[in-house]
């Protein structure tokens, strides 16, 4: 990739709502990844490899576990730090933000609201430095979008539980050192296991041949007769809603996360249009040219509106999973349309590594999908506005 | 060691400039401030540096008011021990040398380092003017800066060389590039920041003697020639008679 010139948009003079230490946070995160990863993100980008050396990195910016309070090893920020650093990290590369959020929502988080006291020190303030990885399983080959119907269960053996069953499409899990995974027990009530990498019948061979998050790690977990020992079950919470809420906190990541990719294409895409020439005139001069970047800086500067409130509401502990839900799969969305816009400015340069915008295109079809997809994110929003849930119903009797 | 690194704040390098009241003053809107990069590279991150390997302090010092507090910040989470501001507008390398010199008079600092510059006013003023006021040794420019008990070897970069100069402690020293490599705070220092001492001082008055009559941007970037490689004897009639640089 060419010299990372990225400068963020700010139309609505968003930055005057941030205090000092955000801005401190955010520039400091940005200065990280220009320096750390943006010279090697397009190599293992195209060689589909993670680039584990930047882990102790990610720890130092503070990207694991923002919120997690300084006597767990983590920072203690707010939920708008937290946003900032996803989207610091995002604006880089989907896979980049992948690895802290899986971290920070779906394994500190879970470990923080529902571990005990001795689960949280021995696992976050490791977690938080990064000498530790974690993944989370909780998607299974035929459960993606219905979780609940989950077959990975564990039996009480007196003194330890016997965990079996498989879980797909877990960003980390090649490498991680824990994994906290949702099961069943016997009354078929869904609980949170740290399973730690070691443990006898439990493997994570990675997942090939992805054309999207190619700088993460994607694997499956698979448990055979795993013995969990019984001081690894989360004991705060149990039931669907426990994973769901993790599900929340990095959905929001993601929404702030996503905002970043739309805002690093824009920038590249308003650059290029100054610079390119045809017919002797830049091609920001072209009609056309400016109807693209003025609805892409329209949409960025809406979802920077909304996903600051996001913010504002979930530091008060008042942001719904709706409220979120509607945020991720908008600002995904934009993110989706500006990547391909801003690829079309940029003519045949935009499908080369020497910009980012192809790179993020491909990984927001991820992005778009994982994490609850769009269409269910949609049926969140239906559901919320009519109180009717819409997302199953009865197999039609075809015979009728 | 006791060091006092000067901090001052300059434009974001992709700030608009633009100027107001007549072309007098600098336009700050919508400007976002950093630390001058000379400062922060350079002069703080030695000053950090020799800290690390020979014990001591880390102290910065800036002239300016409230608005200034989030560059001091940085300054402190990038690992500065504590921060002194001179609670003043800064209006010239005088009037900031001497508010500099009033504090730094009788607190028995070892080595006073700053950038070589600020990158929006390029004076190259300050350094001097405190070393001046305070009757102290003053090498310019330095590239490159280590301290044996109280001597101070440095280099600076001359034109095809390098000139290497001693100085007796306590010493001023403007930092050029070359002089240490950009730090990046971590959150730890962030957090540690929240809580570090940042001193506001009353400025002693020290008063400008110079102030600015007019801006002018420079004139705006005009097309690019292309010349055909084979038609060299045209590239050559146009620097010579054209951009008049032959």
Known sequence: MATDLYTHPDYFNMDDLLTDEHKLIRDTARAWVKKEVSPIIDEHYENATFPMHILSGLGEIGAFGPYIPTKYGGPELDQISYGLIMQELERCDSGLRSTASVQSSLVMYPIWKYGSEEQKMKYLPKLATGEMIGCFGLTEPDHGSNPAGMITNFKDMGDHYLLNGAKMWISNAPFADIAVVWAKNEEGRIHGLVVERGMEGFSTPEMHGKLSLRASATGELIFENVKVPKENLLPGRSGLGAPLSCLDSARFGIAWGALGAAMDCYDQALRYSKERTQFNVPIGSFQLIQKKLAEMITEITKAQLLTFRLGQLRNEGKATSAQISMAKRNNVEIALNIAREARQIHGGMGITSEYSMMRHMAN???????????DIHLLITGMDVTGIPAFTREMPDLNK | MKILVCISKSPDTTSKIAFTEGN?????????????????????????????ALGGTVTTITVG????????????????DNAVRVDAEATDAYQVASEIAAYAKDKGFDLVLTGKETIN?????VAGMIAEELELPFVSLATKLN????????????????????????????????????????MRGIMAARTKPLEVVTPVGGEAMTSFVSFDLPPAKSAVKLIDPENMDELVELLHNEAKVL
Request: aromatic share 6%; hydrophobic share 40%; charged share 25%.
């Open chain 1, 364 to 374: 927001l079809e991820s992005v778009v999908t994982y994490e609850g997809t769009h």
């Open chain 2, 24 to 52: 007098t003053k600098f336009d700050e809107n919508g400007v976002q401030y950093i630390v001058n990069p000379y400062d922060e590279w350079y002069a703080l991150v030695r000053g950090l540096e020799l800290k690390e």
């Open chain 2, 65 to 80: 008011t409230a608005a200034d507090d989030a560059t001091i910040r940085k300054a402190l989470a990038i690992g500065a």
């Open chain 2, 121 to 125: 006013y390029n004076g190259s003023q």
């Open chain 2, 147 to 186: 301290v044996e008990g109280t001597t101070a070897k440095l280099d600076k970069e001359i034109v095809g060389g390098v000139e290497t100069v001693e100085a007796q402690l306590p010493l001023v020293v403007s930092c050029a590039k070359g002089m240490a490599e950009q730090r990046i705070p971590n």
